[in-house]
């Protein structure tokens, strides 16, 4: 891959919503502020909010979603094998589960 300087311009195609990112605060007040303001810009449809670490700390990171975007996202939802059986899991941290039948 090449990278892009910046007096190269990036064809429209290519050009993407601009993610929302500020330092960690209070979490209801600043995802209630990112997803406002992700809705604020124009063909947002639908708002995609992860908390991440970062050299400058946690910060919690919002990406606005076009309707192409949604509409990739449950195609991949609707494409994922669902299963009858519930999920298990043996371990959660320190905690474990173990079938009597494997002691």
């Given at each position: 891959?090449?990278?892009?300087?910046d007096?190269?311009?990036?064809?429209?195609?290519?050009q993407?919503?601009?993610p929302?990112?500020?330092?960690?605060?209070?979490l209801?007040?600043?995802?209630?502020?990112?997803v406002i303001?992700?809705l604020n810009?124009?063909?947002?449809?639908?708002?995609?909010?992860?908390?991440?670490?970062?050299r400058?700390?946690?910060?919690?990171?919002?990406?606005?979603?076009d309707s192409?975007?949604?509409?990739?996202?449950q195609?991949l939802?609707?494409a994922?094998e669902?299963s009858?059986?519930?999920?298990?899991?043996s371990?959660?941290g320190?905690?474990c589960?173990?079938?009597?039948t494997?002691?």
């Amino acid at each position: 891959m090449t990278k892009k300087t910046d007096s190269e311009p990036m064809p429209a195609e290519q050009q993407s919503a601009e993610p929302v990112s500020t330092p960690l605060s209070s979490l209801a007040e600043q995802i209630g502020q990112h997803v406002i303001a992700a809705l604020n810009q124009e063909s947002t449809v639908a708002v995609v909010t992860t908390i991440t670490g970062s050299r400058v700390g946690r910060q919690v990171v919002s990406l606005p979603l076009d309707s192409d975007q949604m509409h990739n996202i449950q195609m991949l939802l609707m494409a994922v094998e669902t299963s009858e059986q519930p999920e298990t899991v043996s371990c959660v941290g320190f905690h474990c589960k173990f079938d009597s039948t494997d002691v």
